[in-house]
């Protein structure tokens, strides 16, 4: 079953008069299950494809569907429904509130889908994450690796579908990012569909399908 | 976890800001507090003092000036005379129980005014019968004998049997009572048998005022009536007394409120100033909750909820920071006033404390709905394109 399908997707950005093409008429489909690294040279339209596909960008022309709902024309608030529903985002800058301990940033997604979980589900993501022993530090008493281990568990709250990470081991050394790779095939075999932006290709070839990106088109797949 | 602890946090993150922003709030609300207590208090007490001096009417000489009211509550100098005649046509007139002449003079010790009523004793008596005295009252022929309010005799530390140089010529004059606390302008002021204080200030057979008590109410514009008949006679009443001075105090009040409506725009640009900058601060951060599920709803709440935060805050510490220095802004609005009865008019009023927390909470509203707003429309991409730790 198809989980994400996107045909003709093109991204425009514009920057004063002149028009930078992220995405030409990209066609992709994502089954349920799957494990996809989008790997490219810097430009390439990683991160803009991985945006359209997240819902937090809107593409310049072209279709995309998340579970068979087709996201063009919908309202601000059904996106963020669908993306809150559907879900997680990791990112390379974590992302984490730094006002926040390490429970307190994974339970927030929970704050805005006002889903109760019983305390025993935050344990679990903690002790998933590895991270039982640090739940009550702050981002800023963490290591960069630690970090990225909170926004994984902050994006595996809301129980999704699909999890988008966007270089989510680009500021961690090999050894850790070893760790987030080896978490992401874990959270595949549970059944999660990943897609990651990577630079590295020995943690590409870890997932189960590999796109290359290269000016805005797919050139490649393996 | 909640919207009110994110909020809070939040607030945490830049303490010296927030506090600031705190304390213009808490200034502004302070001053409208104590405009609104005084308003509510000025009046009463105003009414209770005029009430304690006892009296219906006052006979002054004609042609003194418009405020001669305060001036004989609370202790000024009227530069006119009445004359012994004057006050034997007062007491002929029909239906007045009381009309005691008062002599008021004013002199100056070390730079500061020392008010002295010179009066009658068993007819004031009979107008203020709630006076007390340590030590005695003196009888209207003693010579050489006075009697002080108890403020001032704290002040000066004043005591009974204590002989004292006293007047225009340092005459001696022993203490031999002092007032009781009575929460008037009484406890202020310096009282001679009238013969005396006559003497020494050199004013034989002249008086300053003739208090007017009446044997029935209803007979007071008729009794007034018939004083305004004497020729050297102009007549007050406790009514134009209140609205003469309720006059006055109306322009102080209004310059009051003048300077409190600009110290609430103040603060209220002060709000939306820290609002802005912490949202644009922040921008990354919302984009980053949109893209994990926040709605613009959740994040506009966020924004209102730490608003409101700072300026109940302010609301409260303004309103404490009232109530703890009553006594310094009492003196601070009291020199402002044309006139200003004894007693305090600053007090814990809880429906004047509530309104003004709810109009510090009210504030908060207004101030923070276009920050709420605009930070509400952030967009995910916000938070991809910046950067955040």
Same mark, same amino acid.
């Given at each position: 079953?198809?989980?994400i399908?996107?045909?003709?997707?093109?991204?425009?950005?514009?920057?004063?008069?002149?028009?930078?093409?992220?995405?030409?008429?990209?066609?992709l489909?994502v089954q349920?299950?799957e494990f996809i690294a989008l790997?490219?040279?810097?430009?390439?339209?990683?991160?803009?494809?991985?945006?359209?596909?997240?819902?937090?960008?809107?593409?310049?022309?072209?279709?995309?569907?998340?579970?068979?709902?087709?996201?063009?024309?919908?309202?601000?608030?059904?996106?963020?429904?669908?993306?809150?529903?559907?879900?997680?985002?990791?990112?390379?800058?974590?992302?984490?509130?730094?006002?926040?301990?390490?429970?307190?940033?994974?339970?927030?997604?929970?704050?805005?889908?006002?889903?109760?979980?019983?305390?025993?589900?935050?344990?679990?993501?903690?002790?998933?994450?590895?991270?039982?022993?640090?739940?009550?530090?702050?981002?800023?008493?963490?290591?960069?690796?630690?970090?990225?281990?909170?926004?994984?568990?902050?994006?595996?709250?809301?129980?999704?579908?699909?999890?988008?990470?966007?270089?989510?081991?680009?500021?961690?050394?090999?050894?850790?990012?070893?760790?987030?790779?080896?978490?992401?095939?874990?959270?595949n075999?549970?059944?999660?569909t990943l897609l990651t932006v990577?630079?590295?290709?020995?943690?590409a070839?870890?997932a189960g399908r590999t796109l290359?990106?290269?000016?805005?088109?797919?050139?490649?797949q393996? | 976890?909640?919207?009110?602890?994110?909020?809070?946090?939040?607030?945490?993150?830049?303490?010296?800001?927030?506090?600031?922003?705190?304390?213009?709030?808490?200034?502004?609300?302070?001053?409208?507090?104590?405009?609104?207590?005084?308003?509510?208090?000025?009046?009463?007490?105003?009414?209770?003092?005029?009430?304690?001096?006892?009296?219906?009417?006052?006979?002054?000489?004609?042609?003194?000036?418009?405020?001669?009211?305060?001036?004989?509550?609370?202790?000024?100098?009227?530069?006119?005379?009445?004359?012994?005649?004057?006050?034997?046509?007062?007491?002929?007139?029909?239906?007045?129980?009381?009309?005691?002449?008062?002599?008021?003079?004013?002199?100056?010790?070390?730079?500061?005014?020392?008010?002295?009523?010179?009066?009658?004793?068993?007819?004031?008596?009979?107008?203020?019968?709630?006076?007390?005295?340590?030590?005695?009252?003196?009888?209207?022929?003693?010579?050489?004998?006075?009697?002080?309010?108890?403020?001032?005799?704290?002040?000066?530390?004043?005591?009974?049997?204590?002989?004292?140089?006293?007047?225009?010529?340092?005459?001696?004059?022993?203490?031999?009572?002092?007032?009781?606390?009575?929460?008037?302008?009484?406890?202020?002021?310096?009282?001679?048998?009238?013969?005396?204080?006559?003497?020494?200030?050199?004013?034989?057979?002249?008086?300053?005022?003739?208090?007017?008590?009446?044997?029935?109410?209803?007979?007071?514009?008729?009794?007034?009536?018939?004083?305004?008949?004497?020729?050297?006679?102009?007549?007050?009443?406790? +009514? /134009?007394?209140? %609205?003469?001075?309720?006059?006055?105090? !109306? &322009?102080?009040?209004?310059?009051?409120?003048? $300077?409190? #409506?600009?110290?609430?725009?103040?603060?209220?640009?002060?709000?939306?100033?820290?609002?802005?900058?912490?949202?644009?601060?922040? +921008? /990354?951060?919302? %984009?980053?909750?949109?893209?994990?599920? !926040? &709605?613009?709803?959740?994040?506009?709440?966020? $924004?209102? #909820?730490?608003?409101?935060?700072?300026?109940?805050?302010?609301?409260?510490?303004?309103?404490?920071?009232?109530?703890?220095?009553?006594?310094?802004?009492?003196?601070?609005?009291?020199?402002?006033?044309?006139?200003?009865?004894?007693?305090?008019?600053?007090?814990?009023?809880?429906?004047?404390?509530?309104?003004?927390?709810?109009?510090?909470?009210?504030?908060?509203?207004?101030?923070?709905?276009?920050?709420?707003?605009?930070?509400?429309?952030?967009?995910?991409?916000?938070?991809?394109?910046?950067?955040?730790?």
């Open positions: 079953m198809s989980i399908e996107a045909s003709g997707l093109t991204k425009v950005y514009r920057r004063g008069r002149e028009e930078i093409y992220a995405l030409k008429g990209v066609n489909e349920a299950g790997v490219g040279p810097s430009g390439s339209g990683k991160t803009a494809l991985l945006n359209v596909l997240g819902c937090l960008d809107a593409p310049t022309s072209g279709m995309v569907k998340i579970l068979g709902t087709e996201t063009r024309g919908m309202k601000e608030r059904d996106l963020v429904s669908l993306r809150r529903e559907n879900m997680g985002f990791v990112f390379q800058r974590f992302f984490l509130m730094p006002t926040l301990t390490a429970r307190e940033n994974i339970e927030l997604p929970l704050l805005f889908s006002r889903k109760k979980v019983s305390p025993g589900r935050i344990e679990e993501i903690l002790a998933l994450v590895g991270l039982q022993d640090r739940a009550e530090h702050l981002p800023g008493q963490l290591s960069g690796g630690e970090m990225q281990l909170v926004a994984i568990g902050r994006a595996l709250v809301n129980d999704p579908r699909i999890i988008m990470a966007d270089e989510p081991t680009g500021n961690l050394d090999s050894e850790t990012a070893r760790r987030i790779y080896q978490l992401f095939q874990e959270l075999e549970k059944g999660i990577t630079h590295n290709p020995e943690l070839r870890l290359t990106l290269r000016d805005g088109k797919i050139v490649g393996g | 976890m909640n919207f009110v602890t994110l909020a809070a946090r939040n607030l945490g993150r830049r303490k010296g800001r927030t506090a600031l922003t705190v304390l213009g709030v808490a200034v502004a609300i302070s001053l409208l507090f104590s405009l609104l207590s005084f308003n509510s208090g000025y009046e009463s007490q105003l009414n209770r003092e005029i009430d304690s001096l006892g009296v219906h009417l006052l006979a002054v000489p004609k042609g003194c000036p418009y405020e001669a009211a305060s001036l004989i509550m609370h202790g000024g100098v009227i530069p006119k005379y009445l004359s012994a005649q004057d006050l034997a046509s007062v007491r002929e007139i029909d239906g007045i129980k009381i009309a005691s002449p008062m002599l008021l003079h004013q002199f100056y010790v070390s730079g500061s005014p020392h008010v002295v009523y010179g009066v009658r004793i068993n007819e004031t008596l009979l107008l203020k019968p709630w006076w007390k005295v340590e030590g005695r009252f003196f009888s209207d022929d003693e010579a050489g004998v006075i009697m002080v309010g108890h403020s001032l005799a704290e002040k000066e530390n004043l005591t009974v049997g204590q002989k004292i140089p006293f007047g225009p010529q340092r005459e001696e004059f022993q203490i031999v009572g002092i007032l009781d606390r009575t929460g008037e302008q009484d406890d202020q002021f310096h009282f001679l048998p009238l013969a005396e204080a006559q003497r020494i200030f050199r004013k034989q057979d002249r008086i300053t005022t003739v208090a007017v008590k009446v044997e029935d109410v209803r007979e007071i514009s008729r009794i007034a009536g018939e004083m305004e008949k004497i020729p050297s006679v102009q007549v007050v009443t406790m +009514a /134009q007394i209140t %609205g003469t001075i309720m006059n006055l105090a !109306a &322009s102080a009040r209004t310059l009051l409120l003048s $300077v409190i #409506a600009v110290a609430l725009v103040i603060s209220a640009f002060g709000i939306l100033n820290t609002l802005l900058m912490s949202i644009n601060e922040r +921008a /990354q951060e919302f %984009g980053m909750m949109k893209a994990i599920g !926040a &709605s613009g709803l959740d994040i506009g709440r966020m $924004v209102m #909820a730490e608003t409101v935060f700072l300026t109940a805050a302010g609301g409260l510490l303004g309103v404490g920071a009232s109530l703890v220095g009553s006594g310094l802004i009492e003196s601070l609005v009291k020199s402002w006033l044309p006139y200003a009865p004894g007693g305090s008019f600053l007090f814990a009023d809880p429906a004047l404390l509530a309104f003004c927390l709810l109009f510090s909470v009210l504030m908060g509203l207004i101030c923070g709905l276009y920050p709420a707003v605009k930070s509400s429309r952030t967009s995910p991409m916000e938070a991809i394109r910046g950067g955040m730790e």
